[in-house]
């Protein structure tokens, strides 16, 4: 009896430790939150554990942690993925945090050079994820014309050399972009952004090529189609059948940018389009915005032509708008040939006042199986892009609301509001299909956009019934409302409601690298 109750005390003792691991308080606990996973379909209330960086369990049962979050009331989900974000800053990244977003993605545009944008990214720290395509218009650029990386980047014509948007290139020169291109991909690109819609007049053949390449790497290519325009010839519809030809044809997995501008008052006839090339195992994918505007440079290709006013339905100069301005005819001309940098805002429908041009937004936002994405850009003043370690964002600081409001205009219209798509469908779209469109080339992404143990604690928590957008045309720099916590990595970036400055935890989202 002595030999066995020894026996018992020893074994006690050995596991103790085990015990007290176990016990062991989580870093953080979110408790009694409506838990929602996308992927499982789970919409219930559950304990959330998170520790160091990822998930560590979801139940029902208690739990303990160091940071303890009363989310009673509250929605937990997995974090905003945005599959376009051109404002690649930790100003940028900042505002998109008060938006929900914890992965800020610039792809269709991407990058050049991509190593050097991803050092710069890490040297200066991000509040959330970031990553980018590689440029392929940048690399162009540069072969064509001889320009320096920085201006490169540049979506207009230079004074000097040959107008690189409408030049097609020699076999010679194709094979040196490529070879650009293909760099860019050996640095960690997530695949390969496309500005077709800004070089018109570049070969059909250079873009076939670009897609064989995709093809071979095993990354998407990220395109704005070639054509804006309602009216025929080289109209958006043919746009799209270029699109969904070359990746019929090489294989290629093809993200359409925001199906919402590009096909302007044609999506009736362009969704089909798309749902059947789908149907037959194209690997096609979308992506939109909320708004009835977008925005851009002045000097691009976008607005050259004697009926591109035409092509866009009839727009008029005074539809585009300077810091909420609408442009005189004289000053949008000015403007054109002395400053064709100039970001500007393009309204192309009325959704506020026409109700089916807010019908066809909305064929682009519920398309089955598509991504929400912001399409958004940098924060300036004057025409400057702010210094990064700019905070509180100034009140007169100029972008398109997108760029601070997408997700939550998205949940509050369309999921509070409107009831036009289930709570579960809409985060799908801002979380779990962004993060499966790029999972096959991108490992990590595996791990985000769901809300399950062992995948990365970005974390989202808001309140459905006050979760909304606050900026607008007028007043783009307001953030939006009802987040209560964004957890980026396991560390929380806003705290009821607000943003700590004083925390970087975003990490790359970059391919392996040779």
Do not use: C
Not at 55 to 68: F, K, N, Q, Y
Not at 70 to 97: C, E, K, S
Not at 236 to 253: C, H, K, P, R, Y
Request: proline share 6%; aromatic share 6%.
């Amino acid at each position: 009896m002595l030999k066995t109750l020894t026996l018992g005390l020893a074994l006690a003792a050995a596991s103790a430790p085990a015990l007290a691991q176990v016990a062991q308080p989580y870093d953080i606990v979110i408790l009694e939150g409506r838990v929602i996973d996308p992927e499982t379909g789970l919409d219930a209330i559950r304990n959330v554990a998170i520790r160091d960086d990822e998930i560590a369990l979801i139940t029902e049962d208690p739990i303990e942690g160091e940071l303890v979050i009363n989310a009673t009331g509250l929605v937990v989900a997995p974090g905003f993925i945005d599959l376009h974000a051109h404002g690649q800053t930790l100003l940028a990244g900042r505002v998109q945090a008060l938006d929900g977003v914890t992965t800020a993605l610039e792809l269709e545009a991407g990058v050049y050079p991509v190593a050097d944008f991803y050092a710069d990214a890490a040297e200066e720290g991000r509040t959330i994820n970031y990553g980018a395509a590689v440029n392929w218009a940048a690399a162009r650029n540069a072969v064509l014309t001889g320009a320096e990386p920085d201006e490169a980047g540049a979506l207009h014509a230079h004074e000097d050399g040959p107008d690189w948007r409408y030049t097609p290139a020699s076999a010679e020169q194709t094979a040196t972009v490529l070879e650009r291109v293909r760099d860019g991909l050996n640095e960690g690109a997530l695949g390969i952004g496309v500005l077709l819609g800004y070089v018109p007049g570049s070969g059909r053949s250079e873009y076939y090529a670009l897609h064989e390449l995709a093809a071979a790497y095993d990354v998407p290519s990220f395109t704005h189609a070639r054509y804006l325009s309602n009216l025929e010839p080289d109209s958006s519809l043919e746009g799209f059948q270029e699109m969904i030809a070359v990746s019929a044809a090489t294989g290629a997995d093809m993200h359409i940018s925001h199906l919402n501008s590009i096909s302007l008052r044609d999506i009736n006839v362009i969704r089909p389009m798309i749902e059947a090339a789908q149907a037959h195992g194209v690997n096609i994918t979308v992506e939109a915005y909320p708004y009835g505007a977008g925005s851009t440079s002045i000097g691009t290709a976008l607005f050259e032509g004697a009926d591109w006013q035409a092509r866009f339905g009839g727009i008029e100069k005074s539809d585009f708008t300077l810091a909420g301005t609408p442009l005189s005819d004289e000053a949008f001309d000015r403007l054109q040939a002395e400053a064709p940098d100039t970001t500007i805002v393009v309204h192309f429908l009325d959704i506020e006042n026409d109700p089916a041009d807010r019908a066809i937004l909305s064929q682009s936002i519920l398309f089955p199986g598509g991504a929400i994405a912001s399409d958004g850009g940098d924060w300036m003043v004057n025409g400057e892009v702010l210094p990064a370690e700019t905070w509180p964002l100034p009140d007169n600081a100029d972008s398109h609301p997108r760029s601070a409001g997408t997700f939550s205009r998205f949940l509050r219209e369309y999921v509070r509001e409107r009831e036009a798509i289930s709570l579960s469908e809409a985060l799908a779209k801002t979380s779990l299909i962004p993060a499966r469109i790029l999972a096959d080339a991108v490992p990590q992404m595996r791990r985000k956009g769901r809300l399950q143990a062992g995948m990365d604690a970005d974390i989202v928590i808001f309140d459905l019934a006050t979760v909304s957008d606050q900026a607008t045309y007028e007043a783009p720099a307001r953030t939006s409302t009802g987040y209560s916590y964004v957890i980026v990595g396991g560390t929380p970036v806003v705290r009821e409601g607000r943003l700590d400055t004083e925390v970087r935890p975003g990490r790359p989202v970059r391919r392996p690298t040779q």
